[in-house]
């Protein structure tokens, strides 16, 4: 057989539900994923008014203990993972030493001496290889448990209410970011208050062999709230919504922190070096003197949807790139995020369009979020 044949597609422990559903399937990162089950701007809409049930087990998850489990992600990552408190979560980078980023992650500490750390489907791979490679001469260890856990995530105002009808553990105590172990409806689970869709909502790992009682178990509880599942689709539309940035749009290895405005993440401050400190340095001084291009949002007048990849324009220059675009149901109009030169990236500023096929299309520069939750 040639090397150069595609591999067969994963597919999650859901995925005879998501056939029974009806779902429009797509390949994502090598998973067979459901991408919606019928209309995704009312996926998106249950969501943000009710509840969204979404299977996220294509997500990489890794597990780093021992010793010096703390110092290991210290050097590995650009954050202070060692301040991390037992129970917590922060979402912090992986970066190249040259300052490129690699993937942004979510580590979740689960005791002492050890911690989750999630990837992206996408690049699950490469941060389990760097990761391993950067654990040389600590007393840790880095285990992919990519094959050990399904991920179900309940999202939207109504999901507290869907999720507390099923588990005693205390909800109203969990704290954003913040992660415990409980049982959910028979199913022992890590619940966390993590989510991507700019909702309340939870992220519920669990064994592989008890995801479908799971999925069942909320699909029951959430019926009178209006609970429906989503797909992969209505998830990007959430989360482009939120501001909130996708690996291979608003990140990429050609990019730093502060190059899109969340060099927040790098903590330089922290107890010994780290992989990437030199070039991350020197990124940040360029950040503060002569800004980069700056992420920012942009509302259309008209109806023509952006893409990644489409200019952005002022004046007949070019002045950016759309990285991510997408009709905003909650808007009612097209929205984009786009990388623009620091000049144009002021909110009101005037003149900035988008050229789509060759059309100057007019937008709005807005900061982002979109769209903000009331709290």
Same mark, same amino acid.
């Given at each position: ?26 390949? #994502? ?18 969501? $943000?008014? $009710?509840? /969204?049930?979404?299977?996220? *087990? ?11 489990? @703390? ?13 991390? %408190?037992?129970?917590? @979560? ?9 300052? =490129? ?32 490679? $950067? ?25 507290? /209410?869907?999720?507390? *009808? ?6 109203? =105590? ?31 790992? !669990? ?13 029951? @509880?959430?019926?009178?709230? %209006? ?15 939120? /501001? ?23 903590? #330089? ?35 023509? !949807? ?33 990388? !623009? ?16 096929? =060759? ?11 979109f769209y903000k939750r009331q709290k």
């Open positions: 057989m040639s090397s150069s044949a595609p591999r067969p597609l994963r597919h999650t422990a859901l995925d005879a539900v998501h056939r029974a559903l009806g779902a429009t399937m797509t390949d #994502f990162a090598g998973w067979d994923m459901p991408l919606r089950y019928g209309s995704e701007r009312d996926e998106h809409i249950a969501v $943000r008014t $009710r509840a /969204g049930l979404f299977d996220l *087990s294509h997500m990489g998850e890794i597990t780093v203990t021992g010793p010096q489990a @703390a110092a290991l992600l210290n050097h590995a990552l650009v954050g202070n993972i060692a301040s991390v %408190g037992v129970g917590w @979560a922060r979402y912090t980078m992986i970066c190249r030493e040259d300052g =490129g980023i690699l993937d942004d992650l979510i580590v979740y500490r689960l005791a002492e001496a050890e911690y989750m750390v999630v990837a992206n489907a996408s690049n699950a791979q490469v941060v389990l290889d760097a990761l391993t490679e $950067r654990a040389a001469g600590f007393d840790a260890e880095v285990r992919d448990d990519r094959d050990n856990y399904a991920l179900i995530a309940v999202q939207g105002p109504e999901s507290p /209410g869907i999720l507390a *009808s099923l588990t005693d553990a205390d909800l109203d =105590g969990l704290k954003y970011y913040a992660g415990l172990p409980g049982t959910v409806a028979g199913v022992p689970a890590l619940i966390a208050r993590t989510g991507y869709t700019g909702e309340d909502g939870f992220e519920l790992f !669990v064994a592989p062999a008890d995801a479908e009682k799971l999925w069942q178990a909320l699909t029951d @509880a959430g019926a009178d709230a %209006g609970l429906v599942p989503c797909g992969l689709s209505c998830r990007d539309t959430l989360r482009l919504e939120a /501001g909130m940035p996708l690996y291979g749009h608003e990140l990429t290895t050609g990019l730093t922190p502060f190059d899109a405005g969340l060099g927040r993440v790098v903590k #330089f401050d922290k107890e010994g070096d780290f992989v990437g400190r030199e070039a991350l340095l020197a990124a940040a001084e360029r950040a503060a003197s002569q800004p980069p291009r700056v992420l920012v949002g942009l509302v259309a007048d008209g109806r023509r !949807v952006p893409r990644a990849g489409y200019p952005v324009v002022a004046g007949g220059e070019l002045i950016g790139e759309v990285t991510s675009g997408a009709p905003s149901p909650t808007l009612g109009k097209p929205v984009a995020m786009a990388y !623009v030169d620091a000049a144009h990236a002021a909110p009101g500023t005037p003149g900035v369009g988008v050229d789509i096929r =060759g059309r100057h299309e007019p937008y709005e520069v807005v900061a982002l979020p």
